[in-house]
């Protein structure tokens, strides 16, 4: 179909309203191939660690160019497995983002360890490399940049900064699978990659879930034990772990859903290109922040993610709910600034850049089966609310 910017009125093509994700859409014409996998599971009765997880952590090796990967019950534990695994804890400490969901943070303080947050760039909202250099000490355990709304994170200064002081990249890659850095995929640049499985992410399972990535034989084996509370063989615990076992249920869905997620990712970036035009046409794109793509590789937009300037971001929020438009704002208050963090000390104005992101972002819908349409009556109501 053929998209005139300037002709086309999304207020005569009757639309009513946006959700800010649909996944109806996507899940109803896999409904069926969905129930025949869950019945099989339901008869042979293999619903924790089945052959369905194994086919998926084969498919995730695959898909993220890695050697292992090793399925889990969600992306936060994704990360604290990650973290047990290189045996992070008490006295140490990881640079992370302030900038990004509060699980990246949550990992690391549960260990005992000291989450050190650091600042972010402005353009990409990601992790800004010489905020991950000012704050390296002797006491730095870990890197653990997050490749935020699916653009991938300077990689290469990461690994310049982690190789001159030996230590190790995590990466949280749960709103990135897919997402390259220089033709390389996200979860094959660090010691280990960590991924969500929840249903907002590219590839959404039907609850929760997560998995994660390593080049590492060893690490792998590592990971694989604590997951099942350190045990191998049965019954006999090297490790303390915990109990983080993806189940079958969940690896099938995910199973069924697999082929289409290329498919998903590049409607999400046309997507992305047809906001972009259509905010030039309505000559918005000097009044709001539009997202930016610098990373040298792929983007798999999780999220599209606007800048509203000059205090206007929830006025703007209410008016778009008013028009039934959904929106979300990720993150309202960066992590070093959350009440349970209060105790390491930060104070405002420490992260100008992860505050000021924290004011103005907003997410506009961009699933894969959102229409031009929609889009386009995204648009008009953004555009009258600034007439
Ligand atoms: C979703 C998410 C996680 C946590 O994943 P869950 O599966 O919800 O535990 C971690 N980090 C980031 C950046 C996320 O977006």
Not at 108 to 116: D, M, S
Not at 164 to 186: H, K, T, V, Y
Not at 189 to 206: D, E, Q, V
Not at 365 to 371: A, C, H
Request: charged content about 20%; some cysteine; proline content about 5%.
């Amino acid at each position: 179909m053929i998209v005139n910017l300037n002709n086309m009125s999304s207020s005569k093509l009757g639309i009513q309203g946006v959700p800010l994700l649909d996944l109806g859409r996507q899940h109803s014409p896999l409904k069926d191939q969905v129930t025949a996998a869950l019945g099989r599971i339901w008869d042979t009765g293999a619903f924790i660690l089945g052959p369905e997880v194994k086919q998926l952590e084969a498919n995730v090796a695959e898909y993220c160019r890695v050697k292992h990967a090793i399925g889990c019950a969600s992306g936060s534990d994704a990360l604290l497995l990650a973290l047990m695994a290189l045996g992070i804890g008490p006295g140490d400490e990881v640079i992370l983002p302030s900038f990004t969901f509060f699980a990246t943070a949550g990992a690391v303080a549960r260990l005992g360890a000291r989450p050190v947050f650091a600042d972010i760039d402005p353009l990409t909202f990601n992790l800004a490399p010489s905020e991950v250099q000012r704050l390296l000490r002797p006491a730095t355990k870990a890197i653990l940049p997050v490749h935020l709304f699916g653009q991938c994170a300077d990689m290469d200064a990461m690994e310049r900064i982690a190789g001159s002081a030996g230590i190790p990249i995590i990466e949280d890659c749960a709103q990135a699978i897919g997402a390259e850095f220089s033709g390389r995929r996200a979860g094959s640049m660090g010691r280990i990659g960590c991924f969500s499985f929840y249903p907002t992410k590219n590839l959404g399972g039907a609850g929760d879930g997560g998995v994660m990535t390593t080049n590492d034989d060893a690490l792998a084996q590592k990971l694989r034990m604590l997951r099942v509370h350190g045990m191998e063989p049965r019954y006999y615990h090297k490790f303390v772990g915990i109990n983080s076992r993806l189940d079958s249920f969940q690896a099938a869905v995910l199973n069924v859903k697999f082929p289409h997620l290329d498919r998903w990712s590049e409607a999400r970036a046309a997507n992305a290109r047809r906001y972009a035009a259509m905010f030039a046409a309505a000559g918005l794109d000097g009044v709001l922040g539009l997202p930016r793509h610098v990373s040298p590789g792929r983007h798999v937009w999780n999220q599209y993610v606007i800048r509203v300037p000059n205090g206007q971001r929830d006025r703007l929020r209410a008016f778009l709910a008013e028009a039934k438009i959904g929106t979300e704002i990720y993150y309202p208050l960066g992590l070093h600034a959350q009440e349970c963090f209060r105790h390491l000390g930060y104070t405002e104005g420490e992260l100008p850049e992860t505050e000021r992101a924290s004011r103005e972002v907003l997410a506009l819908p961009i699933f894969p089966e959102l229409t031009a349409e929609e889009q386009q009556y995204v648009v008009d109501r953004i555009a009258a609310f600034f007439a």
